[in-house]
Each structure stands twice: as C-alpha cells, then as structure tokens.
C-alpha cells in the first residue's frame, strides 16, 4: 500500500510541472513585464524611481535573460515559500494567498462530502426504482441543476433572499466575528454562512454525480453476481447495498478527479458574486489589473488542490477495489 | 406418433427468420431517427433547439430595435403588456397596442418610476417599418417582425436596461452571438479533437500514450482559473471581432478533449471489430478503410458528442463575459447581458435583466435534452 | 434414487412484455423433479430453459412475470407453492440458498469481484443456520477442499479474479453447497469452460449429488453433456415441453419430431462425412516453417523486455492443396492467433509462411511487402466466428459482398451486381436480399453471407475460424456442408480452426492439436481422434463429451 502512495506521488510529479509551466506560460502571457510595470506604477504616483531598486527585482526575477532561466528563478523561489510580489497591493504574494487559499481548499471540501453525501442515496434510490416517481423527480432536477450556470443561481438566491426575507446572504462571517479568533462560536457563525455557498456550488456536480451513480449502479444491478447473490437467499436491501452499491461505488470515487476541478471553478465564480474571502475574488482582480504573479499564484495552487484530491480518490480507490489494489 | 421426418429439412426451420418487417433495408439513419422519434423529450428539444438557432438567424429581423439603440428617459422601463383589444370612444375593437409610460422620479432614492398611461396608446403590428439595418450585414432592410407603428415611440416587451435600451433586442442579438460561440466553438473542438482523437485511437502506441496523457492533464485543470488566465492575457485594445475569436479558441482550447476521448474510444474498439478487419483483409487501402468501413460507425456519435459540448461552450462563455474577462461591449452576448445582472441593485429594480439567463438555461437544457437523445440512438445495433 | 417427487411444476407459464407485445418464454409447462436425480432440461437458444430455471428461485428478471402455474416444492412437512412466496420476504429466501441452491453460466462474473470467496460463502452459511463466524468460516473450508481448490484456508482470503474460470465454477459450487441444498439448480454450468474443465466440474458434479442425494435440475444445450450426466431428460422447444423421457430412451427412441431433428444434427456431426481419398503425391498450398509472434510482457522503459507472451511458439504446419486441416485447441492455446497472423492481421516476430500462388513462385507472407500482400488478399481469405460482428452494420449486403470484388478485380458495377445474386443463391439465400442490412438476417443466414463475401473472388485458401461456434447445433452441419460443397466446386483448401472436436472430426482431413502456443500432434484425423498418442491430445479427446449415453460407465447393457 505505502508502495502503491508513494508510487502516485511520483506521478504527480510530472503533472505538477506541467502545471508550473503552465501558471508561468500565463504569468508570461501579458505584453511588458512585471518590473515595467511596477516602474509606471511607481512613477504614477510621482515617487522618484530608484534604477538600483528596479535592477535588483530583475536580477531577482531573471527578467531580460531567456526564459528558461526566468522560470527557474521562479519555480525556485516558489520551493522556498517566495512567490513573488504582488504589484497591485505591494506585497509579497505569499501573504495574500495562503489564507484564501485556505478558505478556498475548505469550501471546496466541504461541499464534496455534502455532494457525496447528497448524491449516493439519491442515486441509489433512483436506480433501484428506476422509472419511479422519485426517479423522474431527480432526473428531471438532474437536467435543471447542470443547464444552470452557478453564477446564476447566487444571484437568484441573493434576490430572493433580500426580496423576500430582506437578510443579505453574502461573505463567510458575521462582522462580529470576521477578524475574531477561533472560537467554537466562530464556527458556527461560519456554518450559518457556508451553507450557501456550499449548496450553490455543489449544485452541479451533485446532479451530475447523482446520474452518474444511477447509471453505475444501473449497469451493475443485472450483473450474473447480484443474481448469485440472490439465489443464495440474500434479503434485496442488504444484497443492493454490499454488492452492486459496494461495485458501483468505485466508478463514482474517481470522479473526484473531474469533480474536483469543476467545484474549484464553480467556487471561483460563485465567491466572486457573493463576495466570499477565498481565493475568487482576489484571482479575478489580479487578473482584470494584470497582476500575474498573484494571478499565477492562485493557479498553480488550484492545479496543485485538485492534484492532491486525484491522489486522495486513488487511495481510497486502492483500499475500496481489490482488483486495484492487488493488480 | 409422427411421419417420418426429414431432419435436413426441419433444421432449415429453427433457423428463425427474424425481422421480416419494414427496417430490413433500413440504413443507420433511418434506424437511428426511429429509435430517436421513439425519444419524446428529445423530440421537443430538436424542436426547441430549431427555433433558437431561426433566432439567431434571423436576429435583426426578430428584434425590434438594434441592440445598441439608447435612450435615457427609459431607464429600466418595465415590460409593456401587449393588449389586443382597444376600448375607446368608438367602441371596442382589434386594435393590438402596447400602452406608453408615464414616469416620475422618485424624490428619495432618486429613481424613476414608471406607470403604463392608457392615454398613449402605441400601435403595434408585425413586419412594421423600422430602423433600417443591415441583414447579416450584407442586406439593407428595415422590416421588423414586430415592432410599434412609429419607430419613435418606446416599445419594451420585456423591458429596458440600464441605459434604456431594448432588453429584448438585446437578448435576441445575444442569442446569435451565444449559440454561435457554441456552434463555432464546438466545429474548432471538433477539428482538433477528430484529429488528436483519430490518431491516437488508429495509430495507439507511443502516441496514443502522449496524447493522452495531454488529455488527461488538460481535464484535471480547474478551467475557469485557466480560462480566466488566458482571456486576461489578451490585450486590451483588440478589436471586438479579434476578441470573438480569442475567446472561441480559448474555449475550444479546452473543450476538444471530450469530442477527442470520444473519437479515440470508437476508433480503438471500431479497430478491433471484426468486421474492419475483414474489410482490411478484403485488401481495401487505409484511406477507404477508415472512410468507407469505420467513419460510418462515428458519424452518429460525433454528432452526439458535439451536441452535448455545445452547452459547455454556451456556459463557459457566459461564465467567461459575465466576469467580465470574456466579450466585451458592444458586443452582445447572453453573458455580456448578465453582467448587468451582477449588481444587486440593478436586479431588485429590475428583475427582468434575468431573462438572458432564463435563455442560457433554456438552450443548455435543450440541447443536453437533444444531446442525450442523440447518444442513446446513436448506436441502433446495440443489444 | 428414490421415487419421491421433491419438486412438481405444474403449468408454468412465463411472459416478457416487451414495447407493445408479449414473447411467451414458458408456455404451460410442467415436470416433476425426483430427489437423488439429475433431470436435464435441453433446447437451443430462445427455448426457455434457462427462464424455467429461474423461474423456480422466483429469479426471472424483469419485466418478465411468473402469469401462471404452480411449482410445488416438497418440503417434507408438506408442499410450498413458490410461485405463492412472490421474489420477495422471508418465505422465498428460506428457500433460495437453503432448499434450493442455483449456480450459473458465466463463472467469470457471478462471484462478486470486491468480496473474498470465504466472505461470500461465510455470509451464505450465517444467512440460513444459527453457527458461530469460525465455525462457518470452517464449514467454507472444507467446502473449497471438498470440490479441490488447493490450499483451501487461503482461497478463503482470495478474491474471485485471482482464480482462473474452472476454480470460480468450484468455489461457485461450494458456495452453492454450503447449505446442503435437496436440489441444485445448473444453468449451463460449464458452457463458458473449456472441454477439459468441463469434464472436470462434470464429474465433481455428479460425484457431490451422489454423497448428498441431492437432485440436480441441469441445463445445457449440449447433448454430449445430458448423455454423460442425465438421468432423465426434457426437451423445450420454443418455450414449450416438446418431450420427456430417460435419457436411453431419449437417445434410442426420440418420439417427437423436434428431439429427433436435434439428435440426428448431434449425430450427424459424429459421422464425418465422406472424403474423396487424398492424392498420393500431395502438393502444398501453404507451408509454415517455426512460425513465432511474441508479445514483450513487461515493455521495459528503454531496456529490452524480459518476457514475453509467446501467442505463437514455433509453429510447423503445412497445407495441401485441396485438404482441410483443422486446428484444434482451448482458449488460450493460440489458435485463433494463429489464423489471424497468416494473413498479418498480426505481424510474426519470427518464422516462415510459404504460400504457393496460382501463379508463380513461392512467397513468404512473414515478410511479404504491402504490394505483395495487396495481390494475396484474393486468393487468401478468412471467415469469422462471430456472423454478428464480422458483417459491417452499416453497409448492405451487397456492399458487403461486392467490397472484396471492387478491390481485387475490374468489374463493372452490373457485373458486380450480377456476381452477388448469383453468390447469394449459391450459399442457399434469395438471390435479391442485397440492398437488405445484416440486421435483418439470423445468425445462420449472416454466416452464409460471410461465406459469400469469402468466395466471391475465387480464393484458393480460406482460414475458416470457428465458423460454426456462434450457431445452435442445428445449424452447424449445415454450414459445414456448405463450405463442404464450396471446396469441391472451386477447389478449396481450408484452415479450419475450432475447439470442437466433433465438428473438425466431421469436417477436416487432417488436424493439428494445438497448446499453449505450440502444436503438440499433428495427424490424419481418425487417427488423431480414436488414437491419440500425446497425453494432452488423448485428455482432451477424453474429455469430449459424446451424445451417446452408452458409453457411460453405468450404461445399461
């Protein structure tokens, strides 16, 4: 088993740099670069530009030497913690975006569990009776949640709310609390706000992992096993749920590795509209001003977020597959 | 007990004739538009589908105004209700009309509110005469599908927006801009996705290998961060059209790897039948081979595939426009209308500004409806 | 044996609605099943056997429906009717596993693949009798020695797809035992394995039934089977009962005309058909010479593969002209493979093919260039086992036939149009189906297409692969006697590969026994069948079973 971890690890190796590469390529993308920027900026506001300040960052940043070198300066100082410096809010990007970085890693898994949570009864009810009532009910919702874009359903819910009920739905705390300390009232606070955005962005994919659960085990409800199974006299609730559910769930674990990704966009959006403390907002902002480095923070760490999520799904496909683990 | 039997004779006849009916010369499509009709829910999809595209197509026409026409004193006006009656002095007769606003501005919140007047009583009618436009830029025309007898009064069925222009225009020029990121968007997918997926399920091997594991890579980004990355890459000072196209090859960029794993699945399994290798022995050349005895096998299931990627397309650019890194104004797009949409203020004094997104999720539903009906006749050979 | 009727099915009807219509699986049918016997219920595909027999555990699939009859099970305190119990509660689960236990066609997939054998058999026992884990883990033990899996207490903690087909079907009948059952029901137990663990899980079948005295409700489509096993036999026909009767007196007196249609098909196959004498001086058609194709097991990253799946391992075979030489073999033993890489559907890693053409010198299809193989393509040709998948679904059937003639020949297209009408009335069809899609045609029918695509462009060699496997018994002599038919007219000569020795013995003159990639005998096929000389061939030979129940050890004299 550890043989088998340490083995994915090293797969992600190449990902991981594929991704680097990838947050350079953008970081490159924009005409001009960071420390001409950082120059007009300063001269902007009528400070006098010291040439002694601006040579050190493009020794620092490997600007005018060829791009290679550039991203290895980069990518090095990333290993050391150091991802450079954010222009716009002058400071270093490091201390913009683990926070929010933070939140974003805990929106997102919360709203997994709360997906799985949702979509695997669901989907089991709906495929056990298939054609029933409850079955059309999901499917037809099924259809709706995927055809609505996230954004969408936060401003509908952000209308409704004030329109209606007249409470505004916005941001992961209180006042009260948004620079309190870790408390268990904090928590809470946080849960009474989360809930939210964790039902708008999960909203999608639990549609989507609803079907998807509902085919597998469709698929595997005829299979010659679960005849085998009660022919030897099995109760039929007992007999769906440790076998053709316990066969069917391992498809439906390695869809984090598709899911993962579409949360992380959908939370981009949706935290930009309800303007939540996580890493949306600021992404976005850094890249309507051409803030790269801040921009190409925030894209290698989603990269590097959803990699780690396809290894966590591996090991629980391993433990929960024989034929993985074993093979 | 029984004559004596012939058993030669008698064996012919447990080789059951089966299908006798009317599909024995039945091709694939004849086959699959069977199996499809059968399909209710996709029926009225198609049907929806159409009729979105004949928008499209026929945008300046169905539009009763140009998208960018502007008039201050109809900020957010209302929707007019069409009434088909008129009662007046002379009685009650067929006389369809909307009714005109009268309109104050509120002294608190500085807002104007409107009132329909019953004294200004704006005749409509169809294929009226209005502002002169230019069809599919080609066509000098002003006929208007509907529109208000005398071009200069208001007319908004659903409404006006921020600047007082015709939501309804508006929306009807965004369907043609909308539905044709997807429909381009998705012919882009499908080159390049027909192409890597072709290869790598015909040739297999080392390339094969390569390009899926691009494939595979591309999936696990988060797109909208690398979307957003890209389209913030543009410059700024693009000429709309440019940035049409950008935005079309970004999206596609992303969204071939789908038509390819498709295109690459059936040509794998399509490369083992029984029936291509056959045909291979037959002594036909590879480019025969492919075109005559395996393409015929994908037609129907590219068909679905790109069905089902044109609403990922139509989202992720409303995504895209409506966080304001995708098409910018003036160009009109269903995203580029929900913008208007993202300030809490402009939809409570306006709600109507949803009606793009009524249409976002109208089209994707009809074409993932139309999408999923596709892909369960596409193979009409399937136990 | 004993003369009490464990088991009276009365009527027994079985619908499936399907869209607007009703197919009638089982119509009225009703036989009585005696404790300690093996009544074997035979028919072709679509005959409804395997439907009763899941009628009997209330397990026919939806939307099929049990719509009438009784199945009286003989519980010794009195008869249960299951059709009664309905497929769901207490009742019918007291039944399924404990009185009647079921085991099934595909060993591959009905043991569940994410749960150990020992977890399955273990939760089979602890469903039905009040005994502690341990004891019924080591009831499961002895089960798995019982129908000898090595190493019992291990297989426990082993999983299904770490056994080979043969082990599942035992671990599958000791899962099936576990609960010492009165009947055991066996849909086709063994059709999914080859000859030789057929013979194998055969004789554990009838040798567990005789320490029980428990009664066996066997299915099978194969008479070679019902006349090693049955004591009793019943054949269904259309989803009715067409005959009962001991199995001798099945066998030397059919009564209905159906039972003896399907004996005289069996029969006809156990008389190889008459051969015009070979000519003494022989000449070869094709030759091949240590024919090799190796697959590198583990494709090393850079270095060179250390092993390798030999598919093919040094294969000598030579073909006359005019002869028929079969191949025979079990999954796995390359056969297949073999065919496929004459033709280069597969390119060998080693070895010669030397092919005479009709005209000119020699050739060697291993290393022939593009061209060369290009002119090959019509005098060599092929037909598939699977007639569902070797016609394109796409294309008609006179674009099917024609493709070979368009691409080796310079018809016209009214020559090719006339050439597939006359192809199509020689392979026994209408002559005016061409512009009709495969979909409309049978299994046999399809085949006899295949057939035609095959000859139309006058080949002298056609590897034939198991062409007959894919069709109902029935069907098959009369395929055979086509090609039969077809060599004497044109000349042909045949490879002919199967893992039926019943069908090579019919149809072939001489016949190489393959294994593992190797061929272990080659010989005149008489001698081959009646006198095996390599161990392999006379255990497989041995494990063919014959439709004549006379040849049972406890045959009647």
Same mark, same amino acid.
């Given at each position: ?138 499917? =037809?919702?099924?259809? *709706?949640? #995927? !055809?609505? &874009?996230?954004? $969408?359903? %936060? ?116 935290? =930009?509209?309800?303007? *939540?403390? #996580? !890493?949306? &907002?600021?992404? $976005?902002? %850094? ?41 | ?383 | ?557």
């Amino acid at each position: 088993m550890l043989i088998f971890i340490l083995k994915r690890v090293a797969g992600m190796i190449p990902a991981m740099f594929a991704i680097s590469i990838l947050a350079f390529t953008v970081i490159q993308l924009p005409p001009g670069d960071y420390v001409s920027t950082y120059a007009a900026q300063i001269a902007q506001t009528g400070e006098a530009v010291d040439s002694a300040v601006l040579a050190n960052l493009r020794e620092r940043y490997g600007l005018g030497e060829n791009v290679a070198v550039q991203y290895f300066k980069w990518i090095g100082g990333i290993v050391r913690g150091d991802f450079g410096q954010s222009f716009e809010w002058n400071q270093p990007v490091t201390e913009l975006v683990w926070g929010r970085m933070g939140m974003t890693a805990l929106i997102s898994f919360l709203t997994l569990i709360t997906m799985w949570a949702v979509s695997l009864p669901i989907g089991i009810i709906s495929a056990v009776r298939q054609y029933s009532v409850i079955d059309y009910l999901t499917t =037809t919702f099924a259809f *709706l949640a #995927t !055809a609505v &874009p996230e954004f $969408l359903v %936060a401003i509908v819910l952000l209308y409704i709310s004030t329109m209606w009920f007249g409470v505004s739905v916005g941001g992961l705390f209180s006042p009260a609390f948004e620079n309190a300390p870790f408390s268990l009232a904090k928590v809470l606070d946080f849960l009474q706000h989360a809930w939210i955005p964790i039902l708008v962005i999960g909203l999608g994919s639990t549609a989507a992992l609803t079907r998807i659960m509902r085919a597998n085990l469709l698929d595997e409800l005829h299979k010659p096993y679960v005849e085998a199974a009660r022919a030897k006299g099995l109760p039929e609730g007992r007999l769906v749920l440790t076998y053709p559910v316990r066969v069917a769930l391992n498809p439906f674990i390695s869809t984090i590795g598709w899911v993962l990704p579409a949360l992380i966009s959908g939370e981009l959006i949706v935290s =930009t509209v309800l303007n *939540l403390p #996580t !890493a949306g &907002p600021l992404l $976005l902002q %850094a890249l309507k001003s051409q803030d790269m480095y801040l921009a190409g923070a925030f894209i290698l760490l989603t990269g590097g977020l959803v990699l780690i999520g396809t290894l966590i799904s591996d090991i629980l496909l391993a433990i929960s597959d024989p034929r993985i683990r074993l093979s | 007990m029984s004559a004596p039997f012939d058993t030669t004779k008698d064996a012919e006849l447990l080789d059951q004739q089966v299908h006798a009916g009317s599909l024995v010369a039945a091709s694939q499509w004849a086959l699959i538009w069977h199996k499809f009709s059968r399909h209710r829910l996709a029926m009225v999809a198609l049907v929806v589908v159409v009729l979105i595209y004949l928008v499209a197509a026929f945008a300046e026409f169905l539009a009763p105004y140009d998208p960018g026409k502007f008039d201050p004193r109809y900020t957010f006006a209302p929707p007019q209700q069409i009434h088909l009656f008129l009662t007046d002095e002379d009685g009650t007769r067929f006389a369809p009309h909307v009714l005109g606003y009268k309109s104050q501005v509120d002294p608190k919140s500085f807002r104007r509110l409107f009132q329909p007047d019953p004294e200004k009583v704006i005749p409509i009618a169809f294929f009226v005469e209005g502002q002169p436009y230019k069809f599919w830029g080609i066509w000098e025309a002003n006929r208007h599908f509907l529109g208000p007898l005398d071009k200069a009064d208001p007319f908004f069925l659903i409404g006006g927006d921020r600047l007082g222009r015709d939501l309804l225009s508006r929306t009807i020029h965004g369907t043609r801009i909308s539905m044709s990121i997807g429909l381009v968007g998705v012919t882009f997918s499908l080159i390049i996705g027909l192409i890597l997926g072709g290869i790598s399920g015909y040739r297999g091997g080392l390339v094969d290998r390569v390009i899926q594991r691009v494939i595979e890579f591309i999936r696990s980004v988060p797109t909208i961060p690398l979307w957003l990355g890209l389209a913030a890459a543009m410059p700024k000072d693009w000429p709309p059209l440019q940035v049409y196209f950008a935005i079309l090859i970004i999206l596609s960029l992303i969204g071939w790897t789908e038509i390819a794993r498709v295109v690459r699945g059936r040509f794998l399994s399509l490369r083992r039948e029984d029936f291509v290798i056959a045909a291979r022995l037959d002594g036909v050349s590879e480019f025969r081979l492919i075109m005559r005895h395996m393409m015929p096998s994908l037609y129907s299931h590219i068909i679905a595939a790109i069905t089902l990627a044109i609403p990922n397309m139509i989202l992720a650019e409303t995504a895209l426009s409506f966080l304001g890194l995708g098409l910018q104004p003036p160009i009109v797009s269903w995203g580029v209308l929900l913008q208007d949409a993202q300030n809490l203020r402009a939809i409570t004094q306006a709600p109507w500004q949803f009606v793009p997104g009524v249409c976002v999720v109208v089209a994707v539903l009809a074409l993932n409806f139309l999408g999923d009906g596709v892909r369960d006749a596409a193979d009409p050979y399937a136990k | 044996m004993s003369d009490e009727t464990i088991l009276k099915v009365r009527n027994l009807s079985v619908d499936f609605p399907i869209q607007k219509s009703v197919v009638h699986a089982v119509k009225q049918v009703s036989f009585d099943l005696k404790r300690g016997e093996t009544l074997c219920v035979v028919g072709e595909s679509g005959s409804g056997k395997s439907v009763t027999a899941r009628a009997i555990l209330q397990l026919v699939a939806k939307p099929g429906a049990i719509t009438g009859g009784q199945i009286l099970l003989n519980t010794g305190s009195g008869e249960v009717d299951i059709v009664k119990l309905g497929s769901r509660g207490l009742a019918i689960r007291e039944v399924r596993g404990r009185r009647i236990a079921m085991i099934f066609q595909e060993p591959m997939t009905s043991l569940s693949p994410v749960h150990t054998i020992g977890h399955q058999i273990v939760e089979t026992i602890l469903l039905h009798e009040k005994i502690s884990k341990e004891e019924a883990r080591k009831r499961a033990a002895a089960l798995l020695g019982r129908v000898r899996i090595p190493e019992p207490e291990k297989a426990l903690d082993r999983y299904s797809f770490e056994f080979s087909g043969g082990m599942r079907q035992r671990a599958m009948i000791a899962m099936a035992l576990s609960c010492n059952p009165e009947i055991l029901i066996a849909d086709e137990p063994t059709t999914a394995l080859d000859v030789t663990t057929q013979a194998e899980i055969l004789s554990l079948i009838r040798e567990l039934q005789r320490d029980r005295g428990m009664a066996v409700l066997f299915i099978t489509h194969d008479m070679g089977v019902v006349a090693q096993i049955a004591d009793r036999v019943m054949v269904m026909f259309r989803g009715e009962k067409v005959e009962e009767a001991g199995v001798f007196d099945l066998f030397e007196r059919p009564q209905q005309a159906y039972t003896r249609a399907l004996l005289g098909s069996v029969l006809k196959l156990e008389t190889p058909a008459p051969r015009p004498p070979r000519p003494a001086a022989e000449k070869p058609i094709a030759k091949i010479e240590n024919l090799e194709l190796h697959f590198p097991l583990n494709a090393g990253f850079m270095g060179r593969p250390t092993n390798y799946l030999k598919a093919i391992d040094g294969v000598s075979l030579t073909i006359n002209q005019g002869e028929t030489v079969g191949v025979v073999g079990e999954s796995g033993s390359g056969k297949t493979t073999l065919g496929r890489t004459l033709l280069r559907v597969y390119d060998p890693t080693g070895g010669q093919v030397m092919y005479w053409p009709s005209n000119g010198e020699p050739v060697d299809i291993a290393t022939l260039n593009k061209a060369g193989m290009k002119s090959l393509y019509g005098e060599v040709r092929m037909v598939f086992q699977d007639p569902h998948s070797s016609l394109n679904p796409r294309m008609t059937i006179y674009q099917t036939i024609s493709e070979p003639l368009r691409t080796n020949t310079d018809m016209t297209e009214r020559q090719m149009m006339d050439r597939v009408s006359e192809l199509l009335a020689r392979v026994g069809l209408p002559p005016d189906i061409g512009d009709r899609y495969p979909h409309a045609f049978s299994g046999g029918q399809r085949q006899r297409i295949s057939i035609a695509r095959a000859v139309a462009v006058r080949p002298r060699l056609i590897i034939a692969d198991e062409p007959t496997s894919a069709l109902d018994v029935s069907l098959r002599h009369q395929v055979l006697d086509l090609m039969r038919d077809l060599q004497n007219e044109y000349g042909l000569s045949y490879l002919f590969i199967s893992h039926d020795i019943s069908v090579i013995r019919y149809f072939c003159d001489r016949v190489a026994v393959m294994k593992n990639g190797k061929i272990v005998e080659v010989g005149d096929v008489v001698q081959i069948c009646e006198n095996p000389q390599h161990a392999y061939t006379q255990n497989l030979i041995g494990a063919v079973p014959r439709p004549d129940p006379r040849l049972r050890a406890d045959a009647p004299q």
